[in-house]
């Protein structure tokens, strides 16, 4: 029988083939439109040709993923250079799209409904004008603002152009007055994300209510840059970013409560569905939200009705679904760090743990505290489930950050060497801290006892402690610059490592060899040629 060097994943491969496209797409960007035409062309002859044999047929969506991925890309290109508009002074009327930032002698806001030239253009744009007085205009309302009026321009492969694009923010304006014409009211759930906000600022300090809006909503705007150096320090970052981590705590809670009630399972499984896409929508539709979005349907769907769950599928159709919906999503640096951290805990992550259970084995403590002795029968029962809890949560943080470092290093130029026992430590109470973070925002906004969320000022404190001390370490971060040629070459050698890839370990070191050598030849031809 012949083995196999990895399992048939056709909704893997899709996505696969369609992030070359996406890739490709990008690529050719700068160049006339024509030359789109060629491997345009070549992909849709591939379908052809594919589709046209019986042994080939089952194929076909490869070439299919390829050519989708390039008309995704350069439509959504095309669409976005239609929106530009000529870059200079103007005055615009617009609606004030969320809160009021006033710090560091600066005002800043985003704005909808833009009027430019009698003409209402499409998306947002990202107003700053100095001074740090508190303006007389409010979200909702409508402004007529002067100043330095300019389209976010599409740099090639610029994470900040796709993170632009993604949040819908296309222009920026440096504003010289801003005058209110008319009051307004701030549409849902701009409405309730505000008045969240404002109830965590009314009844804690300005760096608690920060972290509760960051953990409740996935909003850090305006948060505070020594605030948030310290959590990026502690390698606790991605917890102020919603994503599976969030969106799977919230569905547990809810499909345990559900459980309860002994609700039949689909009817459990829609109100779930229900729920996280409110929530996902409250939090502005962020690339790690929808993954985790999509994820978890898939997940609970196949839990409640039986069916076989593959994670690293599920994965990929969330994947799918963001790149083709929001193709400059390849390059946001969020979608990158969501998508490689859910893939290295899901390849990593039981592989870390089985040496921790072996080291734990190996010093045999369970065994030499087994006795007739209850207690001492009782401690060595306790002593083996905390070992197993630490184990789960240390594999899960290394097999995230196996991944994702070479990532954090390229787009931050630094990595946080404490990030393990930030996660060993502080992680699991932060959790915690979620879960009854968003039962005390729920049931604040729904009955106005606002002032409940005062507790929230104490249950904060240990995370705000830890995350300016290790902001405070010299060391804690490393100063690291990588280049994306680095970045391939590590995650191409992380998947041949991985349980995803079928090989004995000598042919899986041979292997990997191969492939460095291999890229290193490519580099150096390509650094040869260049100079």
């Known amino acids: 029988m012949k083995k196999r060097i990895f399992n048939y994943r056709p909704v893997c491969i899709f996505a696969l083939f369609l992030t070359v496209g996406l890739l490709i797409g990008e690529v050719l960007y700068p160049f006339n439109k024509l030359y789109r035409l060629i491997p345009a062309v070549l992909s849709a002859l591939c379908v052809i040709g594919l589709f046209s044999f019986s ?12 050519l989708l991925g390039i008309v995704a890309m350069c439509g959504a290109n095309d669409v976005y250079d239609s929106r530009m508009v000529p870059n200079g002074h103007t005055s615009i009327q617009a609606t004030v799209d969320s809160e009021i930032v006033v710090e560091d002698g600066m005002t800043a806001f985003y704005v909808k409904d833009v009027v430019f030239d009698d003409k209402i253009l499409e998306g947002r744009a990202y107003v ?31 994470t900040f152009y796709s993170v632009s694009v993604n949040q819908k923010t296309y222009y920026n304006m440096w504003a010289t007055t801003v005058q209110k014409v008319a009051d307004g009211k701030p549409d849902f759930p701009l409405s309730w994300q505000l008045s969240i906000k404002q109830m ?39 917890v102020l970013a919603v994503s599976g981590l969030h969106v799977t705590a919230l569905a547990s809670a809810i499909l345990f409560l559900l459980k309860r009630t002994k609700i039949k399972p689909v009817i459990s499984f829609i109100a779930v569905a229900v729920i996280t896409f409110f929530y996902v929508m409250m939090c502005g539709f962020t690339a790690s939200s929808i993954r985790a979005f999509v994820m978890t349907p898939v997940l609970n769907f196949g ?9 690293l599928s ?13 193709p400059q999503s390849l390059m ?38 087994k006795s007739d002795n209850k207690a001492v029968d009782f401690a060595g029962k306790m002593i083996g489930k905390g070992w197993n809890r630490v184990a789960d949560i240390t594999s899960v943080s290394l097999s995230a950050n196996v991944m994702t470092l070479p990532i954090v290093a390229h787009f931050f130029k630094a990595v946080p060497v404490l990030f393990i026992l930030s996660n060993l430590l502080i992680l699991p109470y932060l959790m915690f801290i979620y ?6 925002t729920v049931f604040c906004q729904l009955t106005t006892l606002w002032g409940l969320s005062v507790v929230m000022q104490f249950l904060i404190l240990p995370f705000r402690l830890w995350t300016e001390f290790v902001g405070s370490i010299p ?22 490592c991985s349980k995803y890839v079928f090989m004995k370990r000598r042919t899986r070191v041979i292997a990997v060899a191969l492939w460095l050598a291999v890229f290193a030849s490519i580099v150096a031809t390509a650094v040869i040629f260049s100079v």
């Open 475 to 496: 060391w804690a971060n490393i100063d690291v610059n990588v280049t994306v040629f680095f970045i391939v070459a590590w995650i191409v050698s992380a998947i041949l």
């Open 55 to 66: 042994k080939t047929r089952r194929f076909g969506y490869t070439a299919v993923a390829l």
């Open 332 to 369: 946001d640096v969020g979608f990158l760090l969501s998508v490689f951290a859910v893939f290295g805990i899901f390849a990593y992550q039981g592989k870390f743990k089985g040496w921790f259970v072996a080291v734990y084995d190996k010093v045999g403590l369970s065994r030499k505290l």
């Open 314 to 326: 599920s994965l990929s159709l969330a994947t799918i679904l963001l790149m083709v919906f929001r």
């Open 200 to 238: 965590f600022y009314e009844n804690t300090d300005g760096n608690t209510a920060m972290i509760c809006q960051a953990l409740v909503l996935g909003d850090k705007f305006g948060i505070d840059d020594n605030l948030y150096d310290g959590i990026k320090s502690s390698g606790l970052a991605h």
């Open 128 to 158: 700053r004008v100095s001074g740090d007085d508190r303006p007389e205009f409010g979200a909702g309302d409508v402004v007529v603002i002067q100043g330095n009026f300019q389209f976010e321009d599409h740099q090639w492969f610029d």
């Open 435 to 440: 879960i009854i973070l968003l039962i005390i």
């Open 303 to 311: 839990v409640i009705m039986g069916f076989k769950y593959d994670k």
